[in-house]
């Protein structure tokens, strides 16, 4: 089974970055879409990134476009979620996923079949 494990979450002031990191490992490695997600107290997780692990595109949501970056590295099974301009906004448990789901609906969940623990982001003056 393919295993993802989030890391690079922490406390940042609004205006800072971060940039967090999925580790993928195991055997099963057949999957069509990798995405970040995050999730808050009380509301649904939120699909924020995806790549495409065919033509490596990503799709963002409006909310974090020009701010969020996610790229990958496929020599070592890592994907990256680069995270500028923080706001408190953005503050939520994040993780990665992976699936063999149709990019169209990646703002889904249901389109993944595998899901790292999470990483907290926390952006607080």
């Known amino acids: 089974q393919l295993q993802l494990v989030e890391s690079g979450g922490g406390l940042v002031q609004p205006g800072g970055s971060l940039r967090l990191s999925c580790a993928a490992s195991?055997?099963?490695?057949?999957?069509?879409?990798i995405g970040w997600f995050r999730q808050v107290p009380g509301k649904e997780r939120e699909g924020v990134s995806c790549?495409?692990?065919?033509?490596?595109?990503?799709s963002y949501i409006d909310s974090v476009k020009g701010r969020f970056t996610m790229s990958r590295n496929n020599a070592k099974n890592m994907v990256y979620l680069q995270m500028n301009s923080l706001k408190p906004e953005d503050t939520a448990v994040y993780y990665c996923?992976?699936?063999?789901?149709?990019?169209?609906?990646?703002?889904?969940?249901?389109?993944?079949?595998?899901w790292g623990q999470g990483t907290q982001v926390t952006v607080s003056s």
């Open positions: 195991g055997f099963t490695l057949d999957y069509a879409i």
């Open positions: 790549i495409s692990s065919r033509d490596g595109k990503t």
């Open positions: 996923a992976a699936g063999g789901g149709d990019s169209r609906w990646w703002r889904s969940p249901y389109e993944y079949n595998y």
